[in-house]
């Protein structure tokens, strides 16, 4: 006996597993460019930031995605199963959560075989003896609390800590909060897997611990030490260096002089300082807040931080540029670096507008073009699908659950490992 509504049924469930095997192609997608750097290209931070500009992604649901594309390179069988649209995007989310080459096909019987819900149990089940155990080796490392820095001979400073837990969290906890204004819809991407481009995530941790700095000690203050035909000559590389520390490229002395204290030192010919003037500020408070109200943020394309941005002289004051609306832009530190190190550009087009271009000179755009699918969107899947040589019906991705009760706590012991077992 054929059910009165069974035939639309039937279409959910097919146009799901469609789906699946659509959104198991887009993770494929987003971790072949996360790998390749491809969004470094377009100035952003990160892949979870080029998704949330250029495909309407929410921050939360795009470092997601790139967690569990990253973490679908390793799972190999889980990678076919979801392209095949056999297991749901809920439940593979769950399953990267613990599975591991070695444990894999468990988990995956688990997702086949049960609901998303059973899924969710069992990661649930084997993360909270997970962390009894990580508790157990925290701990364990109470007294090898320290901290030391140096600088190399490349001049970065290094800094080594070994932190106890509590303060561990604290200072995990600063610098997740500084990077929420700093980045703005990143919080902290958990994936331990490296970027392999220019930016990663200790270049963010790095940005956002001095920002903490800086919003924390207000008066904090380094010292520069740089010629002025350094700063008005692009090809003039006279020394500069830090206070009682290495020595800084021009670029970086032009890009932190844009908007800084100025303090004018004359020195005699034997190094000895003759006249010292006041400290002056290259954009005054007042300018300062229209810019502000005017930019609103960082003005470059993809971009919302709102906060601790900085202001850009488009032709730099040190060259005769004024420190004038018309030549100002707000930037954040990251793209503000970009722009003076990175190779991009920026100029004012005359409208009020800035223009923005990558290294190669080509313009990036400040809004990404529409994508427009035509026809029925999923008459799309089903043809995507089908070019891929899909087989696909409503019973794909119908899990094998007899309903009969799960036993979580069989299930959450048969996945753990005989040292996890030992916590237990």
């Not at 990160?46 to 500009?53: D, M, S």
């Not at 087009?349 to 529409?370: C, E, K, L, Y």
């Amino acid at each position: 006996m054929t059910l009165k509504h069974e035939p639309l049924g039937n279409q959910i469930a097919e146009l799901a597993a469609h789906l699946n095997a659509a959104t198991a192609r887009l993770l494929e997608l987003i971790a072949e460019f996360d790998e390749a750097g491809g969004w470094a290209d377009e100035g952003c931070l990160t892949c979870a930031h080029w998704l949330t500009w250029k495909c309407g992604i929410s921050p939360g649901a795009a470092r997601e995605k790139v967690r569990v594309a990253r973490c679908l390179r390793g799972l190999p069988d889980t990678r076919a199963a979801f392209a095949q649209g056999t297991v749901s995007y809920s439940k593979v989310r769950a399953l990267t959560r613990v599975a591991t080459s070695d444990n894999e096909d468990y988990y995956l019987m688990i997702a086949r075989h049960g609901t998303a819900a059973h899924m969710e149990k069992v990661v649930r089940g084997v993360r909270r003896v997970q962390r009894q155990r990580e508790l157990a080796e925290a701990n364990a490392r109470h007294d090898e609390r320290t901290l030391y820095w140096h600088y190399d001979d490349d001049g970065m400073l290094v800094v080594r800590a070994r932190l106890e837990p509590e303060q561990g969290a604290r200072f995990m906890a600063a610098v997740n909060t500084a990077m929420e204004p700093l980045l703005s819809e990143r919080a902290e991407e958990r994936a331990e897997a490296t970027y392999p481009a220019r930016q990663d995530l200790g270049h963010v941790r790095a940005d956002a611990l001095l920002r903490l700095i800086d919003g924390g000690n207000p008066d904090t203050e380094i010292v520069v030490h740089v010629s002025a035909e350094t700063l008005r000559e692009d090809e003039f590389s006279d020394h500069s260096e830090l206070e009682d520390g290495p020595s800084l490229p021009p670029e970086t002395v032009r890009r932190c002089a844009c908007d800084a204290g100025i303090v004018r030192l004359v020195e005699g010919p034997d190094g000895q300082p003759l006249d010292v003037g006041r400290k002056t500020r290259s954009i005054p408070p007042a300018l300062r807040r229209a810019l502000k109200a005017r930019d609103g943020g960082c003005l470059f394309p993809g971009c919302d931080a709102t906060l601790h941005v900085e202001g850009h002289h488009v032709h730099h004051w040190a060259h005769g540029g004024e420190t004038s609306m018309r030549n100002l832009a707000s930037l954040c530190r990251h793209h503000h670096r970009l722009v003076h190190e990175g190779g991009f550009g920026v100029e004012h087009r005359g409208d009020g507008t800035f223009r923005f271009t990558r290294p190669d000179g080509t313009v990036i755009r400040a809004t990404p073009p529409r994508r427009v699918v035509q026809g029925r969107p999923d008459g799309f899947i089903r043809s995507l699908n089908g070019a891929r040589g899909l087989q696909i019906s409503a019973e794909t991705a119908e899990c094998l659950w007899d309903g009969w009760p799960m036993d979580e706590a069989q299930a959450v012991e048969n996945a753990l490992t005989p040292e996890e077992l030992a916590t237990f």
